[in-house]
Structures are given as C-alpha cells and as structure tokens.
C-alpha cells in the first residue's frame, strides 16, 4: 500500500500555488457538476490555504451545488479565531453564495467526541468527496493527524484526538480512510520549516500525510522558495 501510494504521488514545485489550486478546483467542480450535479469540497485549516479561499470567488461555477466539509476543527468556542471554519468563513464563507446549509461545520465546540459522532452521523450518505484539499506540518502531519497519535487503520470516518501536540489538544479529524476516498486530494505545502517532513514523506517514511491515499493518486503542490 505505501508503495503505490508513493508511486501514485504527483509532485509540483511552483511560485504560482494559489493559481495551479484554483485551476484544479475548478475542472473538478465542472466535472463534478456536469457528472452528479454536487461538488463535495473539503476544506484544510491552517495558514496556507487563506489566500485561495479568499480568491475562491473567482471560479465560475453553480455556487448553489456545492458542499462544503472540513478536514479538521480545534475544540474551542464557535466564533474562536483559531476555529478552522471561522478563518474560512472571514475571507470566503460568510459571504459566498453557497447555501448556508450546505456548509458542514464540524461542532467542536461539543467536544471530541461528541463532534466526532455527530460529524459522522452528518457524513453518511456522501459517497466520495470531489476534492479534499490538505495542507501539512513540519513533523509531517496533516488534518489533525499527528505522528504517533492516531490509529491508521481505524475504520472510523471522525476520529476524537485528546493529545495533540500543538494547541489545543483536543480536536476534531477526519480519518485517513475517509480523507483518502476522494476523487481528487491536493495538499499545499508552503515553508522552509516543511523541507524535513517533505524529504521524509518522498524518501517513503510513513508520515501521516503519506497515508492519505486515494485510488486517483494525490497532487502535492509545493510552494517554491523565493530567490
């Protein structure tokens, strides 16, 4: 399994991240419409992905048709600024034109578990995602998935994490399974202090980022260092 998923890794190095993303998501949504009539998006939390969604606008496509999911949510309050939906919300979701039913907060603030269960029950009856974009740590771990910390092989889609290295330590993820069924995964990567678990991750080490993998192969789009 780790070797056909690091045969089935498409590596981009570019200075043009948020474009070559945009590009991606909007051949998917077209196909994505034209074939069922929904997009599933899954959205990454994080620092990396702000610029896209703030210029998630500029696709063209049939806003009304399009589910909105998250890969992961810290446990805190609703309207917390570390909320991964509240840093979407501010600079895409809030004033999109997607219903506002159609965009599926995880309820963290319930706690782990209880979200977990309830991001589950939402979940049943959606096949695989369109696209579910991923963005990575500096010790490899993507979603909330860290090192040492999950279990790999669970069979659950939403998985309650307690001790998350980094704070909080109590969130909310996605599974591995889960994220990798999906038609198309992309991850952005962006910063130097990403070089080690990069290495790692292309060298077959089984970071939990090289464990999403979808039967299509996953695009990792690398941010290139400036001059």
């Known amino acids: 399994m780790q070797d056909r998923c690091l045969n089935s890794t498409?590596?981009?190095v570019t200075a043009q991240l948020v474009e070559r993303a945009l590009t991606h998501i909007q051949f998917?949504?077209?196909t994505a419409l034209k074939e069922r009539g929904v997009f599933h998006l899954v959205l990454a939390g994080g620092n990396t992905p702000r610029e896209l969604y703030r210029r998630m606008p500029e696709l063209v496509t049939d806003w009304s048709r399009w589910h909105i999911w998250f890969g992961d949510e810290r446990c805190v309050p609703l309207m917390d600024a570390a909320r991964n939906s509240r840093m979407a919300g501010e600079v895409w979701l809030d004033h999109s034109p997607i219903p506002c039913e159609q965009?599926?907060?995880i309820p963290a603030e319930l706690g782990a578990q209880a979200a977990a269960q309830a991001y589950h029950l939402a979940l049943q009856g959606v096949?695989?995602?369109d696209v579910v974009l991923l963005?990575?740590?500096?010790?490899?771990?993507?979603?909330?998935?860290?090192p040492g910390q999950f279990d790999a092989n669970t069979r659950l889609d939403v998985v309650a994490v307690y001790n998350a290295p980094k704070p909080p330590a109590e969130r909310v993820s996605l599974s591995t399974q889960r994220l990798s069924r999906s038609r198309k995964v992309l991850f952005l990567i962006s910063g130097m202090d990403k070089r080690p678990a990069i290495q790692a991750w292309r060298h077959?080490?089984?970071?939990p980022a090289a464990?999403?993998?979808?039967?299509n192969g996953v695009d990792v789009l690398v941010l290139a260092d400036p001059d």
């Open 10 to 12: 498409r590596w981009v």
């Open 135 to 146: 963005g990575m740590g500096e010790d490899g771990h993507t979603a909330s998935l860290f």
């Open 127 to 129: 096949g695989e995602f």
């Open 211 to 215: 464990l999403i993998c979808p039967h």
């Open 28 to 30: 998917a949504a077209q």
């Open 103 to 105: 965009i599926h907060e």
């Open 204 to 207: 077959g080490e089984q970071i």
